[in-house]
């Protein structure tokens, strides 16, 4: 990988006096984790996004953690129709707080690996180690048909999240 980073923990926020972590969790979804048909529900749109990271930096929230979402349920809500992917989401939070931690979620059979990779790294030394992964196998067999693939068998699947995984790993700490 050309990305170069600083080492961690001195610089990683995540690693700090609270024993609990605290974090806010699918707020880049239409409708957030609510579904719901009420007027005042979660937009998910940008300026929410970004007033919700800047309140929660200021609180002393240890993190926010999206959905890994390409596609809504339908129906009359919609439930998650509208969401943002989830590096480029974080990158713009990360941009524009000062401690909180914020994660991008990979499926990994839908994510080339060596992309991941290097999104991750920019991503983590733009925002001075305040991104974490969360890497997802996946399970909504629609999303995955918006690929052309097909969903894997569970085992296999997971399998497969172990490889790219170590994949990562590599291009991270290897050189050349």
């Known amino acids: 990988m050309c990305v170069?980073?600083?080492?961690?923990?001195?610089?990683v926020q995540l690693y700090n006096h609270n024993a609990l972590k605290l974090g806010l969790f699918g707020s880049n979804c239409s409708s957030g984790r609510a579904?719901?048909?009420?007027?005042?529900?979660?937009?998910g749109g940008w300026e929410d996004n970004l007033a919700l990271a800047q309140?929660?930096?200021d609180a002393g929230i240890d993190?926010?953690?999206?959905?890994g979402r390409w596609r809504g349920y339908g129906g009359a809500t919609?439930?998650?129709g509208e969401s943002f992917e989830t590096i480029t989401w974080?990158?713009?939070?990360?941009?524009?707080?000062?401690?909180?931690?914020v994660f991008g979620t990979v499926h990994a059979p839908l994510i080339h690996p060596i992309v991941a990779a290097k999104q991750c790294a920019t991503?983590?030394?733009?925002?001075?180690?305040?991104?974490?992964?969360?890497?997802?196998?996946?399970w909504n067999s629609d999303e995955f048909s918006m690929f052309g693939t097909r969903q894997?068998?569970?085992?296999?699947?997971y399998e497969y999240a172990r490889e790219w995984v170590e994949i990562i790993r590599e291009l991270w700490e290897r050189e050349g």
């Open 55 to 57: 309140l929660a930096d």
């Open 63 to 67: 993190f926010m953690l999206p959905i």
């Open 123 to 138: 991503v983590d030394l733009i925002s001075e180690g305040r991104f974490g992964l969360n890497m997802v196998a996946g």
């Open 35 to 43: 579904a719901t048909k009420v007027p005042e529900r979660w937009s």
């Open 4 to 11: 170069k980073s600083v080492p961690s923990p001195e610089r």
């Open 90 to 101: 974080a990158t713009g939070l990360l941009a524009q707080t000062k401690r909180l931690n």
């Open 152 to 157: 894997l068998e569970h085992d296999t699947r």
């Open 78 to 80: 919609n439930f998650e």
